[in-house]
């Protein structure tokens, strides 16, 4: 579904190209909360969209706070934007205060055309300010659901106050990109009215691969051949469903179902989900193809986040032909074909998903289907194609 929305993105494209700005009068100021200090899903996305655009010849500045040692070297020219660490436990984060005016003497030296913010933040709004006063067009990409992040943290109650800031800030954008047609009706549902484009996600296709599978590498960390192995990929916060996850665990455990647990990811949540999940087998982060091996020597991912926007690792896993157990969920509802590719359970419904995993664990001739199944159904995510329609997009702006 999401490449049909793709598609019909790219087709409207087409109907000004030959009028549109072309891309090197473009100037993109794109702002990020977290552009490369700590690598998550979001971050790597931008940073392969600055690739992209630099190499379409579009001018591209990041303004995002940094660290000295940060996890990975950016895309693109970088401007420190002044940070403090984010409180309540999650210090590596850092959140801005806002465009200092160092920072905004360099943002009017660079004279940027379009403004990107990626998150409702405050150095968002600041940014969205300054754009709105400069005459400048705005473009907002929509990267994690936050409104969710309170019901982790014993602030449930906090949820309808986060949807209507979230809603009042995008509204205010001239384009607003969402990466699954999922997010498109939430948005909608939430009110909001701007113009909205989808902006998909792509795979590494080399890198993510049963070809990857390593049974070598498996038994290092104590996985035998015929064990099956329920693999959690991402950053250890609670916000990724970990206690879901935990919870699952133990009413397989209490069924009986054979099974390993491995645990791939890093996180300030990894010594509570250790005492949650007994016997789990952390990997640590793992990069590159030393990722791919080991999405691929899982044998079912299961994946009960209600945070995301996408699914990167979800995609990745398909591709790595890893059976699928998700939340029904924005996100994943665009992926994850129900009873072909694997299953879709309600998000809190810790018995459905035991049902599912102990499906998918009891009958081999399900995980093949399953497999092959999934590697086709996301063949067709490139990154080259997501990220050319947010070029359209900001064309389309400028036409």
């Known amino acids: 579904m999401g490449n049909i929305y793709t598609a019909v993105v790219l087709s409207a494209a087409s109907s000004y190209g030959a009028r549109s700005m072309a891309p090197n009068a473009l100037r993109v100021a794109l702002f990020s ?169 792509g795979i590494d296709h080399d890198r993510f691969t049963p070809a990857r599978r390593d049974l070598q590498w498996r038994r290092s960390l104590g996985i035998a051949d015929e064990d099956v192995a329920i693999g959690f990929l991402g950053r250890l916060v609670k916000e990724k469903g970990l206690d879901v996850f935990a919870a699952v665990l133990k009413q397989l455990r209490a069924r009986g179902v054979p099974h390993k647990v491995l645990v791939v990811g890093k996180g300030p949540a990894q010594g509570w989900f250790a005492e949650q999940a007994p016997g789990a087998i952390f990997a640590g982060y793992q990069t590159g193809d030393d990722l791919g091996r080991a999405v691929a020597s899982m044998d079912i991912f299961f994946n009960p986040s209600v945070t995301e926007t996408f699914g990167n690792v979800t995609t990745e896993a398909m591709a790595a032909g890893v059976p699928v157990v998700a939340a029904r969920a924005t996100g994943a509802v665009d992926l994850v074909a129900d009873g072909a590719t694997g299953y879709l359970v309600d998000p809190c419904d810790i018995a459905g998903y035991a049902d599912a995993i102990a499906r ?30 947010v070029l359209d997009a900001y064309q389309e702006l400028m036409a």
């Open 33 to 201: 909360g977290n552009y490369n200090y700590t690598r998550d899903g979001a971050n790597q996305s931008l940073n392969l969209l600055v690739g992209y655009l630099l190499a379409r010849g579009v001018n591209v500045r990041v303004y995002s706070p940094t660290l000295p040692r940060p996890a990975f070297a950016p895309t693109g020219d970088l401007v420190d934007v002044p940070a403090l660490p984010v409180p309540f436990g999650r210090a590596e984060y850092r959140i801005a205060r806002g465009l200092p005016a160092a920072v905004r003497r360099d943002l009017v030296a660079f004279a940027p055309n379009i403004v990107h913010v990626s998150a409702p933040e405050l150095l968002g709004h600041a940014a969205l300010r300054w754009a709105r006063r400069a005459g400048v067009r705005t473009v907002a990409s929509f990267h994690t659901r936050f409104e969710t992040y309170p019901r982790y943290y014993g602030l449930g109650m906090l949820e309808p106050v986060f949807i209507r800031i979230m809603k009042r800030f995008y509204d205010r954008f001239d384009r607003v990109l969402v990466p699954s047609p999922s997010m498109v009706t939430l948005l909608r549902e939430w009110g909001v009215s701007a113009p909205i484009s989808i902006w998909s996600r």
């Open 360 to 389: 998918i664990v009891a009958d081999p001739d399900l995980r093949r289907r399953f497999s092959e199944a999934s590697r086709a159904r996301v063949d067709g995510y490139r990154w080259d194609t997501a990220n050319q329609a």
